[in-house]
């Protein structure tokens, strides 16, 4: 690449980045954060305000992040009260997204899902287990996984990241829906 | 004083800074839901040492500072924690779903692809370089006002910054957005 080229995309990144959108609070937004304020004194308000805020967001796609942090030490895996948690409706697809964020860039890392009964990984039909060959780059890693659920049960779906002979490993706690997590029947 | 004279001595200092306030809580976590969790701990802190600030001359770069500090506590919870539930606004790529910006991207489709492929790609960089990028490079602070409100020497500011654009400039050079 010629310095010209160089030049250029030096000029056109700084253009792009001058040009991203100014967040602009909804309307509203600074009224309610400010009368929210009279109230909200407590830690422990706001924690149960977002466990609330989670169970909703739940009700859409759900998105994981996984920090993998392959070079920082082995931490505990989290107790059982602390795992996060999707609900699937049955025989309805649900994708979760899996966002590694590893602090370094990582090549021939193995990723292994382990799936409890009854449920799919779609596309890997009657698979409990999946192991793949994966780069992580530095920063975050997106990887969707379409769910479906195939018997009431429920389970632990176990994502385990393995590289240069060390490993983390992430539960993800799945429960089943006796009806579609928007409420409608069917 | 009472409770409601209270509250509003607070909202009047701090309601002129709200706008700075919760551009920089976006452009410190990249997604709105972080944003807003961000800027109402701050106002929620903040309040809580409203003697305080009262005494201060510039509230702005004060709650600016805490707001930092806030992010970056939050960060380190994050780190320990390892796995997390978030909203889909967090993710790459989606950063720019909740923001309004100047024009209908239906009526510039191109420059929406590009900026969405910058947004992927600042979603790609760790968080030491997305941010003083952002905000010196689209929120045109100085260097030195980055070092007031991070504390982090001018000097590794500037190595940052360099890293970053590098970074962001192979990501695009790579998915096609500079040709």
């Known amino acids: ?186 | 004083m009472s409770s409601s004279e209270h509250h509003l001595a607070f909202e009047r200092l701090v309601r002129p800074h709200l706008d700075r306030l919760y551009r920089l809580a976006w452009r410190l976590t990249g997604a709105k839901d972080e944003a807003e969790d961000l800027f109402q701990e701050l106002l929620t802190r903040a309040f809580t040492k409203l003697d305080d600030l009262v005494e201060i001359d510039e509230p702005g770069p004060w709650l600016c500072r805490v707001m930092y500090n806030l992010f970056i506590d939050e960060r380190r919870r994050f780190t320990r924690q390892r796995l997390h539930v978030v909203d889909e606004g967090s993710l790459p790529g989606e950063g720019l779903a909740g923001m309004a910006g100047p024009d209908d991207p239906a009526e510039n489709h191109a420059r929406d692809v590009r900026l969405r492929r910058l947004d992927a790609a600042l979603a790609q960089l760790g968080d030491d370089h997305r941010v003083v990028v952002l905000l010196h490079d689209t929120e045109g602070y100085k260097l030195t006002e980055i070092h007031e409100l991070t504390g982090i020497p001018v000097g590794t500011l500037k190595s940052r910054l360099s890293r970053a654009r590098a970074r962001l400039r192979e990501m695009l050079e790579a998915d096609g957005t500079f040709s």
């Open chain 1, 1 to 186: 690449m010629t310095t010209e080229h160089s030049d250029n995309h030096d000029r056109e990144l700084l253009e792009l980045l001058r040009e991203l959108p100014a967040p602009e609070a909804p309307p509203g937004f600074y009224d309610r954060a400010l009368a929210r304020v009279a109230h909200r004194g407590s830690r422990r308000q706001r924690n149960r305000w977002l466990a609330t805020g989670f169970a909703a967001a739940l009700a859409a796609t759900a998105a994981f992040w996984v920090v993998a942090g392959l070079l920082l030490d082995k931490p505990e895996l989290p107790h059982d009260d602390a795992i996060p948690g999707v609900t699937l409706a049955l025989e309805q697809p649900r994708t979760v997204n899996f966002v590694f964020a590893s602090a370094t860039a990582l090549d021939s890392a193995m990723l292994t899902i382990s799936l409890p009964d009854g449920i799919e990984l779609q596309g890997f039909p009657g698979r409990r287990q999946i192991t793949w060959e994966t780069s992580l780059r530095e920063g975050k890693n997106l990887l969707p996984l379409t769910l479906v659920a195939l018997s009431p049960a429920g389970g632990e779906l176990l994502a385990t990241l393995e590289h240069d002979a060390r490993d983390r490993s992430f539960r993800l706690r799945v429960m089943i829906a006796e009806e579609p997590p928007d409420g409608t029947p069917g």
